[in-house]
């Protein structure tokens, strides 16, 4: 529609009204002079190009590569994935035989793994399988080795360790808190080294150590007072002292001495009182128990029994 | 003439039939009240009060009961300390002293009065949280001692000595001790105060010669109030004086020429090596280092017989350091427990709801409560639990009211 074609024969004719455009422009003017040479070459008219096609400039036509199928599609079921997804990396779809999906699509399920953008922006730990993991600490960076993968901790159950009283008093005394009493467990960490094995061989070299040290008996040790203890020991303590002075006092002074082993045999009872209230803290209970224990000893009358 | 007149209208009285009012009230009143006891119902007041003054005749029938002490035995007792400030001020307040009879002093009587006294003093140590009660305990316990003829040695509140004394200074007789000459003076007339009557009675005479200085001595055989009076009116040996008072207290005791019934409030500060005691030097003495110390040591021993001893441990006796529990270990502190050990702790709680309803029926008719939402059961719980039954607290919140 956009050419015209007009006839010598149509010159000077009736314009066709419809193909005709009303405005002619001045550039393709009918009656050029190259017009009238072609004319006289050949028997039939020329068309006349009232508005010549474009020249369209010469583009190359895309052509969509030939792609593989997804590497999934051929993956055997028994691989070994530690090969496939050898180090920290992008995510791939290609790659990962998994029918994930990320992303949220409004009105349909989310977005596969293909061309998922979100997919690749998010940190995997697909190089960390379980076969593949033998360190305690990796982490989704460059290097998977973490500094706190040196340290190490053992732990020993201090009953198993022959230990007699005095080198498992000291035992206790030498780890302190690295000793839990509910469980029995010693618990040694170390960490000064920077590698584990060294932290290990460090670690064994401080059980040792303390297990020969805790056999040695050294020269100062008999110097051990009654704040030293590591429980309250009532036999050698200073109640121990005053409740035999007590028993054995009279006001005269050369009455009968009544003997200690009359005496002890009554003890008992005061001795394991006294002994929990200093071992396991006073509390209402503890008390009144040790004020029980003590009107026994002070032959005192119950209350309750006179009423 | 006039006591004929009084005799005969009791007399009459008594044909009128009103005769049981009238004798009650006399027992437990002063004459302010008399017309205001009167009215009220006989029945409703035994049920908060007991007319029973005696505290020898004291048991288990009349606890959570208030009984009176009589005017003439709280000037004895208590006339240089002993009860409580606000205590005391309320007593005054209400023109008479009522004690609550309450378990932990039934507790006590009963033991001193079973106790043996051939053998070693027992050591009875009250402990409680402050405001519960320990010292009307012990006013309680001093006024059966009182009674039962013991020689008292009371001290009303030892956190005085060691945080507000009055005069420190160098003892003559003892390197590096330090005397408080006129808080020691003060506590020889509070014990004049309260056993001259019975040290006129019972012939207690000094065993040994007291050398005081070059002039001054006490001889052998005087009567022991010679010592007390040298001891106030020679201020400077005051601190001497009640040392050797109290040995020969313990040496008479023991020989059973008398009963003795040590009571100290606020033991424990004998115990904590902090005082506010500052000699001239500016150095802070520690309460081992102080003279009275010695004294009040030696009587809270064992070592003699014919004897109590009931102490009070408090956490407001001490200083901040001391107060995270009230329990008698804890604040005796491990020279004071094995010091005191074995003793028999002796608890002082928080009202139990009877004590409570009691006490609340007392201040009713005290009128000390007079807002009629304390006569309902509404506004007596909302009391119990502002109070949280801590008989002090109780005082202060029904103040306002």
Not at chain 2, 352 to 380: A, H, I, M, P
Request: charged letters at 25%; one cysteine or more.
């Amino acid at each position: 529609m956009s050419a015209i074609a007009i006839s010598s024969k149509y010159v000077g004719g009736r314009r066709d009204v419809k193909n005709i455009p009303a405005v002619i422009h001045p550039s393709v003017h009918p009656f050029s002079s190259d017009m009238f040479n072609s004319m006289s070459d050949t028997e039939e008219f020329r068309v006349l190009d009232l508005k010549q096609k474009k020249q369209t400039p010469f583009r190359r036509k895309f052509k969509k590569q030939d792609v593989m199928p997804p590497r999934t599609t051929m993956m055997p079921v028994d691989q070994d994935w530690g090969n496939v997804w050898p180090g920290p990396r992008t995510f791939h779809p290609a790659v990962v035989p998994l029918p994930v999906r990320q992303g949220y699509n409004e009105k349909d399920a989310p977005p596969g793994k293909f061309g998922n953008a979100e997919l690749m922006k998010i940190p995997n730990f697909l190089h960390l399988t379980p076969p593949v993991v033998t360190s305690d600490y990796c982490h989704s960076s460059p290097d998977i080795r973490n500094p706190l993968a040196r340290i190490v901790t053992i732990k020993v159950k201090l009953g198993r360790l022959p230990l007699n009283k005095h080198a498992r008093d000291k035992i206790l005394r030498l780890v302190g808190e690295r000793y839990n009493p509910e469980n029995d467990v010693l618990t040694i960490m170390t960490d000064r080294c920077p590698l584990r094995q060294q932290n290990l061989d460090y670690a064994h070299y401080l059980l040792t150590a303390l297990f020969h040290e805790s056999w040695k008996i050294e020269p100062w040790e008999s110097e051990k007072s009654e704040a030293d203890m590591e429980y309250y020991d009532w036999e050698a303590s200073a109640s121990r002292k005053s409740v035999m002075r007590l028993l054995s006092w009279s006001p005269d002074q050369d009455a009968v001495q009544i003997s200690a082993d009359f005496i002890l045999s009554d003890l008992t009872e005061y001795k394991e009182a006294i002994s929990k209230i200093m071992n396991e803290g006073e509390e209402e209970y503890t008390l009144n128990r040790y004020k029980e224990e003590v009107k026994k000893l002070l032959s005192l009358q119950d209350v309750s029994s006179t009423e | 003439m006039v006591y004929n007149f009084f005799k005969n209208l009791t007399s009459e009285a008594t044909l009128r039939g009103i005769s049981s009012v009238l004798h009650k009230q006399r027992l437990f009143c002063t004459a302010a009240q008399a017309s205001q006891i009167l009215a009220t119902n006989e029945k409703h007041i035994t049920s908060f009060r007991t007319a029973e003054s005696n505290p020898l005749k004291h048991n288990f029938d009349h606890a959570y009961r208030f009984y009176t002490i009589p005017v003439e035995v709280k000037n004895q007792l208590f006339q240089h300390g002993g009860l409580p400030k606000y205590f005391n001020e309320q007593a005054k307040a209400f023109m008479e002293t009522c004690v609550m009879v309450r378990d932990p002093a039934l507790e006590i009587l009963h033991y001193l009065k079973t106790a043996d006294y051939s053998r070693p003093a027992i050591r009875y140590v009250i402990y409680g949280e402050s405001g519960c009660g320990k010292s009307i305990t012990l006013a309680h316990i001093l006024h059966y001692g009182l009674t039962a003829g013991f020689l008292l040695i009371h001290v009303p509140w030892v956190p005085n000595w060691m945080r507000v004394c009055k005069e420190v200074s160098n003892s003559a007789t003892r390197e590096g001790y330090v005397d408080l000459n006129l808080d020691a003076a003060e506590w020889l007339i509070h014990f004049k105060n309260q056993n001259a009557a019975l040290l006129n009675n019972i012939d207690l005479r000094v065993s040994k010669e007291y050398a005081w200085s070059k002039r001054e001595k006490t001889e052998e055989g005087v009567p022991l109030l010679e010592l007390v009076e040298h001891g106030i009116n020679r201020v400077k040996y005051a601190s001497e004086c009640v040392v050797a008072l109290v040995k020969e207290i313990k040496l008479h005791s023991t020989q059973g020429r008398c009963k003795t019934l040590v009571v100290i409030d606020g033991f424990n500060a004998f115990f904590h090596p902090r005082t506010r005691v500052v000699t001239a030097e500016k150095i802070q003495v520690p309460p081992s280092k102080i003279t009275l110390t010695e004294a009040f040591i030696e009587i809270t021993k064992y070592d003699w017989c014919n004897g109590a001893v009931i102490l009070t441990v408090d956490k407001t006796g001490v200083a901040d350091d001391r107060r995270e529990s009230f329990l008698p270990i804890y604040q005796l502190g491990k020279e004071g427990f094995e010091h005191l050990d074995p003793f028999v702790p002796i608890s002082v709680r928080e009202y139990s709801e009877k004590e409570l309803e009691s006490c609340l029926d007392y201040y009713v008719d005290r009128r000390w409560l007079q807002n009629e939402k304390s006569f309902t059961e509404e506004g007596r719980k909302e009391l119990k639990y502002l109070c949280g039954m801590n008989p002090r607290r109780l005082m202060h919140v029904c103040a306002p009211l």
